[in-house]
């Protein structure tokens, strides 16, 4: 049963929210116990990944579990998710994922909103994003194609390794890099190195979705042959 657009929404700004809450308050609480930045980029990690697992299993009934603007837009331009609710969900993850930083801040006693100064930016960046993004959106729509109930572990587990491969730490999600150039603190981004981070979000997946769409159909193709060849 498809949930109401209302419901959808919601639970995309929910989830968004509580995303990056989760994203900008470990790495708060990371930076703050543990003077080591190794050791606070695993803490950051693996809250991260485990709230996807919980975040995916639950929500992701209602509205997809997408809570990231370059998912929307592939499953947009896969039919599954018309051009109107994609932009609802894109919305509505913007939105959630500014008030995840809000409610970060206000947990730790911090300003509600801060310009980020913290420098991310450059080639090898922007590869990293493109690549995590591009990971990404494989991971899910290779899951979706094989194993649906894994999904929630297989993103959770995906994003906890691009976290340690990629030097941007995989951010891999332009809602989420929205509303960390609203904190100043460990999981920040400057505003002004925005546009290439997200350009290179988008890119990625994109090209996952040209690559999957190719690679997922190869074993109906085969099927196909071989009956073929069957009945000739």
């Not at 947009?76 to 998710?81: E, I, Q, R, S």
């Not at 929205?178 to 981004?189: N, V, Y």
Request: with cysteine; net charge neutral; hydrophobic share 55%.
């Amino acid at each position: 049963m498809i949930s109401s657009l209302p419901r959808r929404l919601a639970a995309e700004t929910l989830g968004t929210a509580f995303l990056v809450a989760t994203v900008v308050g470990s790495g708060i609480m990371a930076d703050t116990l543990a003077r080591d930045a190794a050791l606070a980029l695993l803490a950051n990690t693996l809250a991260t990944g485990a709230m996807l697992v919980v975040l995916i299993t639950t929500l992701g009934p209602i509205s997809g579990a997408h809570f990231n603007p370059a998912i929307s837009l592939i499953f947009a331009l896969k039919g599954d998710l018309s051009r109107r609710d994609a932009g609802v969900y894109v919305l509505g993850q913007v939105v959630g994922g500014i008030a995840g930083t809000v409610i970060a801040h206000a947990m730790f006693a911090l300003p509600l909103l801060q310009n980020s100064l913290r420098i991310r930016t450059g080639g090898a960046q922007w590869l990293s994003e493109g690549v995590a993004s591009f990971g990404l959106a494989a991971t899910i729509l290779a899951g979706l194609r094989f194993e649906r109930k894994a999904v929630p572990w297989l993103v959770g587990l995906y994003i906890c390794a691009a976290y340690w491969f990629t030097a941007s730490t995989s951010f891999a999600n332009p809602a989420v890099a929205i509303a960390r150039s609203l904190t100043d603190t460990f999981s920040g981004i400057r505003a002004i190195d925005l546009p290439g981070f997200i350009l290179a979000e988008l890119a990625g997946a994109l090209c996952a979705l040209i690559a999957m769409t190719w690679l997922l159909q190869a074993p109906a193709d085969n099927a196909a042959i071989q009956t073929a060849e069957e009945q000739s």
